[in-house]
């Protein structure tokens, strides 16, 4: 069994999505011949916490942990909400005061590659000590926050062992970064750190293949799609929703906001009594105010139900009990290489699928192969308001389903075959 050294910033408690790609990795590996170790942060700055993960880590897995000075904690001073929101990596492109202007070009150009930079130096010593006395076979570098690869690169001339990075999300191409007001000088040395990761890496793990295309462009390294995906629930007590709910799991921030669906429902809220009065739609997670004054525009408040965060295994719930799933990306050209993770949640579910975001999505690519629903771009308005007709038509005659197929190969357990493959070999 080959020893593996896993260096993640998010781990339980974390909450979100950033947590469970590794977190499932770990729980997994085993079984394909891999014995994880895990490093993270003693004391982290998680901007959500979701306690029921750490169940899920198996109890004789090796955590290693080291302090880490979170220079979040001293920003909350001056704003603890747009700490939050910069810590998570969202950004607004809305007006923005000067305290924030002040706080992005910080974060862009004093800490490069990120805020969490300060953690590098200690936990390469922290970790060289380690390996010495307890050899490791290879080590795995995961993020954002993408400082955590100058972790593995230090390691990789120090100690001379084989290092995977790990990409959840681009470094440079992230729809974010032209957001941090990065000078010239700290463009490109966000440019050079990238490459010198990707050239350095005895392999790279992406998971879309956009961002595996654009990594060709800097490196020869080779390059694995490995996508996010679900754990396979034992069976869920729940109740579909008797009202005609689309849920949108996750954030729901001021540029990811789909008029263009507010739009139609509300055109056909106004044509269809019976369809207002059925009409629910759910939302878990952080919504903002934007979002919400454009749903009031287009008189939906009083359809609509704001969960704020609940825990996955709610979210999950909801996922399960809702007639129709909603998932949106920015409508950028940046997000085109973003699947969220919610999706392969929501193919677990097998319940239909409405997606937005940008032409030529990965996201939508999934969609299609797995005929789990239907994708549109932000001016698909006469298509998006066809499907949700048929959709609703399909919800009152009670034969509202989806069909999809070959979902399982995004399976947890899959997935982390496929990754363990690259760890043996």
């Known amino acids: 069994m080959k020893r593996a050294l896993i260096i993640t910033y998010y781990w339980p408690p974390a909450g979100g999505p950033g947590v469970q790609r590794w977190l499932k990795f770990v729980k997994y590996f085993r079984e394909f011949g891999v014995e994880p170790i895990v490093y993270a942060p003693e004391n982290p700055n998680y901007p959500l916490v979701d306690e029921n993960f750490s169940s899920e880590i198996p109890s004789d897995v090796e955590v290693l942990k080291h302090p880490i000075k979170e220079p979040y904690r001293f920003a909350k001073i001056f704003s603890k909400k747009k700490t939050k929101q910069i810590s998570s990596g969202i950004i607004s492109k809305k007006e923005i005061s000067v305290m924030e202007k002040l706080m992005l070009y910080v974060r862009g150009n004093f800490f490069i590659p990120d805020a969490r930079i300060g953690w590098v130096k200690p936990s390469v010593a922290f970790l060289s000590k380690y390996i010495v006395e307890n050899p490791v076979d290879i080590i795995i570098t995961t993020g954002p926050p993408h400082s955590l690869h100058l972790i593995g690169m230090q390691l990789k001339k120090k100690v001379n062992v ?186 677990a579910a097998k319940r239909p699928i409405i997606a937005l975001g940008p032409k030529e999505s990965d996201m939508e690519a999934i969609i299609v192969e797995t005929k789990s629903g239907r994708f549109f771009s932000y001016w698909d308005d006469d298509e998006l308001k066809a499907e949700i007709l048929q959709l609703y038509e399909e919800f009152k005659s009670g034969d509202l389903k989806t069909t999809s197929e070959g979902i399982e190969k995004y399976s947890r357990r899959e997935l982390t075959k496929q990754m363990a493959s690259l760890i043996l070999n």
């Open 162 to 347: 084989k290092w995977i990075a790990d990409f959840r999300d681009p470094w440079t191409t992230i729809h974010y970064h032209k957001s941090l007001r990065l000078s010239k000088s700290s463009a490109r040395k966000h440019k050079e750190l990238e490459a010198a990761v990707l050239k350095l890496a005895d392999n790279i793990t992406v998971t879309s293949p956009t961002t595996k295309k654009e990594f060709e462009m800097i490196t020869k390294t080779p390059i694995a799609v490995i996508t996010n995906g679900f754990d396979i629930s034992e069976e869920m007590d729940f109740v579909m929703d008797s009202t005609f709910s689309i849920s949108h799991i996750g954030s729901l921030l001021s540029e990811r906001n789909p008029e263009v669906l507010w739009k139609v429902l509300a055109e056909i809220c106004k044509d269809n009594t019976s369809f207002k009065k059925d009409l629910q739609l759910k939302f878990a997670g952080a919504v903002s105010d934007e979002v919400k004054q454009s749903l009031d525009s287009f008189k939906l408040l009083e359809n609509c139900e704001f969960f704020g965060y609940v825990s996955h295994s709610e979210a999950l719930k909801m996922q399960y009990q809702s007639q129709v799933l909603l998932i949106v990306e920015i409508n950028s050209a940046e997000t085109r290489a973003i699947i969220p993770g919610k999706l392969f949640e929501y193919l």
